[in-house]
């Protein structure tokens, strides 16, 4: 017997499955991804959180408060490659 530990995550993880049955061995956690505000807030840029209803009828004026802070597509591209897990 062994105390090995194995951690295996993203889509590898489906993989696994398929091809063996540990079904009494492993023990699963699902973490969400972060959305974007959540990863600059990582980056020590902090906003407010808007329901759709403030983004739908105030769009503008939430998006000139952003851009006077950051530009955001700058980050954007960081966050699509790398950011959206809690880790990166």
Known sequence: MTNLKVIVSGSSLLQIYKEADLSKRVYEIKVPILSFREFL?????KFDKYSIGEIVYNHLEIAKTISSQ???????????????????
């Open 41 to 45: 807030e990582i980056k020590d840029y």
């Open 70 to 88: 950051i530009k955001p597509l700058k980050y954007f591209k960081e966050y699509l490659e790398y950011g959206a897990y809690p880790f990166f």
